[in-house]
C-alpha cells in the first residue's frame, strides 16, 4: 500500500507561483510512477502531469505545459508540481496518485491506485 499526503495549496493571485509538495509512505517509493491531477467544483478530475519512478520523463497537460514542473526526490520519498505564471482557470483540488501496477493509461484517473486527500488551489484574477 501507499499513503499519500498533499501539501503546499492556498490563494494566489494571476501571474503567482505555488509548489505542491506530495510525501509517500508504504512501498518502496522508487518502484513507481506518479501523477498530479486536479479537480474544479462541477468538473470531471483532469490530468496534469506524471513523473516516471526516476524522474528521466514527465508528461504534462497541454495547458499546462512550460508554466507546471514535476519532479521527484526518491531520497525523501516526495514528489513535488511547480506551477509558476497561475491562472484563474487552474483553480482547483489537486491531488498526488501513485500508479505501482502500470496497467492503465498514463493521464486517465482509472490508472492510478493510490490517492491522497488533496490540497486546494486558488487563483484569483
Known amino acids: 500500500q501507499v499513503q499519500l499526503v498533499e501539501s503546499g495549496g492556498g490563494s494566489v493571485q494571476a501571474g503567482g507561483s505555488l509548489r505542491l509538495s506530495c510525501t509517500a509512505s508504504g512501498r518502496t517509493f522508487g518502484g513507481y510512477a506518479l501523477g498530479w491531477f486536479r479537480q474544479a467544483p462541477g468538473k470531471e478530475r483532469e490530468f496534469v502531469g506524471r513523473?516516471?519512478?526516476?524522474?528521466?520523463?514527465?508528461y504534462y497537460l497541454n495547458s499546462v505545459k512550460g508554466r507546471f514542473t514535476i519532479s521527484r526526490d526518491n531520497a525523501k520519498n516526495m514528489v513535488y508540481l511547480q506551477m509558476n505564471s497561475l491562472k484563474p482557470e487552474d483553480t482547483a483540488v489537486y491531488y498526488c496518485?501513485?500508479?505501482?501496477?502500470?496497467?492503465?493509461?498514463?493521464?486517465?484517473?482509472?490508472?492510478?491506485?493510490?490517492w491522497g486527500q488533496g490540497t486546494q488551489v486558488s487563483v484569483s484574477s
Open positions: 496518485a501513485a500508479d505501482v501496477n502500470y496497467r492503465g493509461t498514463y493521464n486517465s484517473p482509472t490508472a492510478y491506485d493510490y
Open positions: 513523473i516516471n519512478w526516476n524522474g528521466s520523463r514527465t
